[in-house]
Every structure is written in structure tokens, then in C-alpha cells.
């Protein structure tokens, strides 16, 4: 079993950053792929970045490409998201979530935590 802890959210201004942290319990934690998702009010939850347990092979959605960067440290059970030039369009409650074998399907992830809200202000 693990259980995920977000933190990290908060208001910011358009153009500038913040960063996401996810916490895991769990000794098996470097065995889990990791994802983020974030759901805006009204919308479906959607694909944001993930990593992979091996080789840390990256993903991103188109939108956030060139902005967002996932990373994680096994040692410390912790994966992060670095938000950099953020638009009003990226505010949601931002979810990390944790699979052995799903990356980027929100409806493949076993474990979830419960999110953190992000507002960028315009």
C-alpha cells in the first residue's frame, strides 16, 4: 500500500512559479511510477507529468511542456513538480498519483493522494 501526501500549492501570479511535492509511505516507493493530474473546476481530471521507477524516463502533457519539469528522489520518497511561467489556465487541485505500471492514463493510477490547490492569478 502507498500513501501519497501533496504539498506545495498556494496563490501566485502569472508568470512566476511554484513547487509541487508528493510524499510517499512505503518501502517499495523506487518501484512506483509516479504521475501528477490536476482537475479545474468543471473539468475532467487530465494528464499533467509523469516519471518513470527505472531509468526516470519523463513525460508531459503538450501544455505544459517547456514549463513543468517531474523529478524524483527514491531516497528521500518524494517526487516533485517544478512549475516555472505559470498561466491562469494552470490553476487547479493538482493530484500526484502512484502505479507500477500505468504512466499517463488518469483512470490506469491504483493510488492517489488528495491533491493540492494551485491559483495563478492574472
Known amino acids: 500500500q502507498v500513501q501519497l501526501v501533496e504539498s506545495g500549492g498556494g496563490l501566485v501570479q502569472a508568470g512566476g512559479s511554484l513547487r509541487l511535492s508528493c510524499a510517499a509511505s512505503?518501502?517499495?516507493?523506487?518501484?512506483?511510477?509516479m504521475g501528477w493530474f490536476r482537475q479545474a473546476p468543471g473539468k475532467e481530471r487530465e494528464f499533467v507529468a509523469a516519471?518513470?521507477?527505472?531509468?526516470?524516463?519523463?513525460y508531459y502533457a503538450d501544455s505544459v511542456k517547456g514549463r513543468f519539469t517531474v523529478s524524483r528522489d527514491n531516497a528521500k520518497n518524494t517526487v516533485y513538480l517544478q512549475m516555472n511561467s505559470l498561466k491562469p489556465e494552470d490553476t487547479a487541485v493538482y493530484y500526484c498519483a502512484a502505479d507500477k505500471n500505468a504512466v499517463v492514463s488518469v483512470n490506469a493510477y491504483e493510488h492517489w493522494g488528495q491533491g493540492t490547490r494551485v491559483t495563478v492569478s492574472s
Open positions: 516519471i518513470r521507477w527505472s531509468a526516470g524516463s519523463t
Open positions: 512505503g518501502r517499495t516507493f523506487s518501484s512506483y511510477n
